[in-house]
């Protein structure tokens, strides 16, 4: 198409070349026509469903003929083969997909798949390997889109350990740095030693207390140079740094577990792991108040209370952006979440203790983005039912919701033996809100659902880059390199901030030290509190490198894709399908085709649209991949499409 | 291309049976770009002048809509200085009703309509507007002085008309050219016309 604009431009200088190409693309036009209509339906489909039919005039017959050969002769990988593997040893090194530059090819594949329907697709990338599946109900036109992703842990974590060992003595002072910037992310009320951390990797360094404060404020101009993100043992006394830490969680921005930030720096080495996580449970068990006191940790904490002080500045700025939501909604919800944290996370301890640091632990992340229209928005697919079927995997599930602005958002996690899930679920009625009166709060009312799908797939890729880092024994080299990104790259921020928060810039540089630091449970941690709102200076996960998980690009996809929400949603091919067709016969009367207003051949394929109008099957197939009315009477053609649709 | 075989046709037929008032014909053999005019209608204030537009055939027409723009300034509540016009024809659904069996034409008669009939109810031009519901009185004034100034071929001396006309509507096309790139990258901003 770009080509034929060219083509007429320069035909301005020369008018007769041009007119010849314009003859030669009617004479295409005329072929691709004759070729539609001698297709066998399947044929049709086939091509139609695989994008190869293209736009009348542009190939020659020649060229489609050969097309539908080759789809018939290789049926493309990706349609219809659902059930690729999600690798269980996922090769180290990065494999076709995950390329930095593959993120691209991932964006290609999401938007045929809005066009065609069920998709799937997978992918590796170190020891993290995806697989996304995309479904359009063909009765609703809901889209629906899940990713998972499995980390296996092992390969890395040997390999970090190793590295642990190599490094701990030289890293001490950056490692403090790390730390102090995982504080920043953690301003939260709760109580330190809430959950077991069963899976850390955490390496013992040197502690010097000294640095920390000057580090803490140099980071947030500078990415912390260690890699390793070694948790420091900090020789200070517990309490000072109590005591920074309840100025600290005064600030507006309680969002964080403290859990966390003890687990983070607990004085574990692998072998231990498995021995500590019940004794931890314990601490865990010993709620808040308890928790204060860090038994294990204290050290650390100094160093990142410091830390915290900087950026809770930044947090409160935040704050006052938004409100209401980190006020009405963060409180609570943190706590509930810790609690039920606690549980969860006790619960993987019991029930992993013993498996512990060498289990194949497997990370899915299922986040579904999923377009509901208006009317059918509400009791459908309810959050109970989606509890249920998750929920038999055990009672370590934990199920957040929360509905706001018209969208409901709910985040699930459970566990099971070596198995995490992670659920987030955002439910948005895109279409046609107007229609039920918000009328100008449209597009806002737009945005923010933007805004929340990317976030969602922040969160998740946050959780899947905390915990592939902490796994992931090559993050010490990519750090710096990270950070940098974040602080100087400018696309990355804008993509981030909607996402996040006003403050990305220097946050992110701090935080993103801290996901290196951290592990997954803290990635559990940081989840729940995240969907409840997102006042507190979250990582803008969108400024990881790109290759690491698709998450920006998908940010981006639906960031770019705005426009497109605002337009009319179309019929799924399996709706156009269901439309009844027939074949132009010699005994009709003379008709046009409305929609390229070419009278009707004999032969030609027809659409016959409930209301009874008649088009080309290629012509008002297209119309009706974007739009849903009839092109003449503008009746819906799928009038009890909003009934039907049950996902 | 779709639009290609259409386009000869939609032309053929707007040669053969134009709309009353209205012509329109290509420019420089493009095939996506096509200029317009629409005589004013009697008993409204564009009576006597003669309004031209510029017609964008997009990559995706018939299923996208003609962008379709007034070259000559006009007084109106649903037409913006830069010649914009806010019709829901001109849009796609679901806010605009624009339809593949719609055709220049036909959109061009409802533009002509939209002249007869401003609809301040969706205004692109709120002060035009709030003059057309409230001081209808000068509001005809104005849109008839405006199409005195820009949109009457002068009877008398019909050449010197031309040279002085032909010139000025240059400079205004050209101002409106720069006008609406500017506004067009603030478009996706502001949606004055939903």
């Not at chain 1, 594949?109 to 359009?136: D, E, F, I, K, P």
């Not at chain 1, 899940?146 to 350990?161: C, G, H, K, P, T």
């Not at chain 1, 190599?166 to 920043?184: L, M, R, W």
């Not at chain 1, 630091?517 to 990582?539: H, I, N, Q, Y």
Request: aromatic fraction near 4%.
């Amino acid at each position: 198409m770009e080509g034929s604009d060219s083509l007429e431009q320069s035909g301005s200088d020369l008018p007769e070349s041009q007119r010849r190409r314009q003859l030669d693309r009617l004479d295409r036009e005329e072929a691709f026509y004759q070729f539609v209509n001698n297709l066998s339906d399947e044929d049709y489909r086939l091509m139609r469903d695989n994008n190869l039919l293209g736009t009348p005039g542009e190939v020659t017959e020649d060229e489609l003929f050969n097309r539908l050969q080759q789809i018939k002769d290789g049926p493309e990988q990706q349609n219809n083969t659902p059930s690729t593997e999600v690798g269980e040893d996922p090769v180290v090194q990065p494999e076709n997909s995950e390329d930095p530059a593959s993120g691209d090819s991932l964006l290609d594949w999401l938007n045929t798949v809005r066009r065609t329907g069920n998709t799937t697709r997978t992918g590796h990338r170190g020891n993290q390997s995806w697989r996304a599946v995309s479904q359009t109900n063909p009765n609703s036109g809901d889209f629906r889109f899940s990713l998972e992703i499995s980390v296996n842990r092992n390969l890395a974590e040997q390999q970090a350990a190793a590295e642990g060992e190599q490094e701990s003595p030289d890293e001490a002072p950056e490692g403090q740095e790390v730390v102090a910037n995982v504080e920043p992310q953690v301003p939260m009320e709760t109580e330190v030693v809430e959950e077991p951390v069963v899976e850390e990797l955490a390496v013992i360094v040197e502690p010097e207390p000294e640095l920390e404060e000057v580090v803490s404020q140099e980071i947030l101009g500078e990415p912390p140079s260690s890699p390793a993100a070694l948790p420091v043992q900090a020789p200070l006394s517990p309490s000072p740094r109590r005591g920074q830490r309840r100025a600290r969680s005064r600030s507006p921005e309680p969002r964080r577990t403290r859990a966390r930030t003890a687990r983070s720096r607990s004085p574990l080495s692998l072998d231990q792991l498995d021995g500590l996580a019940n004794p931890r449970q314990a601490h865990s068990s010993q709620g808040p108040n308890s928790a204060t006191n860090a038994p294990p940790v204290p050290q650390v904490e100094g160093s990142s209370r410091t830390r915290q002080h900087v950026l809770s500045r930044q947090s409160t700025a935040d704050t006052d952006v938004q409100p209401s939501r980190a006020g009405a909604e963060s409180v609570p919800e943190a706590q509930n979440v810790e609690s039920q944290e606690g549980e969860a996370a006790g619960g993987e301890g019991g029930g992993e203790g013993g498996a512990g640091g060498r289990r194949p632990p497997t990370i899915m992340l299922d986040l579904q983005v999923r377009r509901v229209r208006p009317g059918e928005y509400r009791q459908r697919d309810s959050i109970a039912s989606r509890t249920r079927s998750r929920s038999q995997n055990s009672n370590n599930t934990f199920l957040y919701e929360s509905e706001r602005g018209g969208f409901r958002r709910t985040f699930s996690r459970s566990e099971r033996a070596g198995v995490r899930t992670y659920v987030s679920t955002i439910r948005i009625p895109i279409r046609r809100i107007s229609d039920a009166g918000l009328g100008e709060a449209t597009s806002m009312a737009l945005q923010s659902m933007i805004r929340q799908i990317m976030t969602g797939f922040g969160e998740l890729g946050y959780l899947m880059d905390s915990d592939s880092d902490s796994s992931d024994s090559t993050r010490g080299a990519s750090t710096p390199s990270d950070l940098g990104e974040a602080l100087n790259n400018p696309d990355a921020t804008p993509a981030a901030a909607p996402a996040a928060d006003v403050d990305e810039a220097p946050v992110a540089a701090g935080v993103r030290a801290r996901t290196v630091e951290t592990d997954v449970v803290e990635g559990l941690a940081t989840g729940p509190p995240a969907s409840g709102g997102r006042a507190r200076p979250r990582p803008p996960i969108s400024l990881e490198e790109p290759s690491s998980l698709p998450f920006l690009r998908l940010a981006h996809f639906f960031l770019l894709n705005d426009d497109d929400e605002d337009q009319p949603q179309g019929l799924t091919k399996e709706q156009i399908d269901n439309l009844s067709m027939r074949n132009f016969g010699e005994s009709d009367a003379l008709k046009t085709c409305s929609v390229c207003i070419t009278e009707y051949a004999e032969g030609n394929k027809l659409r016959k649209l409930p209301c009874s109008h008649e088009y080309h099957v290629h012509c008002i197939d297209r119309w009706l991949s974007e739009n849903s009315t009839c092109p003449i009477c503008r009746r819906a053609v799928l009038v009890s499409a909003n009934r039907e649709s049950v996902v | 291309m779709q639009r290609t075989s259409r386009l000869k046709r939609e032309l053929q037929m707007l040669s053969t049976e134009p709309p009353p008032g209205i012509t329109c014909w290509q420019t420089d053999e493009q095939v996506d770009d096509l200029r317009a005019q629409i005589v004013g209608g009697t008993g409204t204030p564009y009576e006597g002048g003669l309004f031209s537009l510029e017609i964008k055939i997009p990559e995706r027409y018939p299923f996208e809509p003609p962008k379709m723009r007034f070259l000559t300034p006009i007084y109106h509540p649903n037409i913006d200085n830069s010649g914009r016009i806010c019709h829901d024809a001109l849009k796609l659904p679901p806010k605009g009703a624009w339809k593949p069996s719609l055709n220049i034409s036909a959109v061009l008669s409802s533009i002509q309509l939209l002249m007869a009939e401003p609809n301040p109810d969706d205004p692109l031009m709120a002060d035009i507007s709030s003059e057309f519901k409230y001081n209808k009185q000068l509001f005809m004034e104005k849109a008839r002085k405006w199409t005195q100034e820009h949109a009457v071929q002068r009877n008398t001396g019909v050449m010197e008309g031309n040279k002085e006309n032909t010139p000025d509507q240059k400079s205004s096309s050209r101002k409106r050219e720069s006008l609406t790139e500017q506004q067009e990258a603030e478009e996706p901003a502001k949606k004055t016309c939903l």
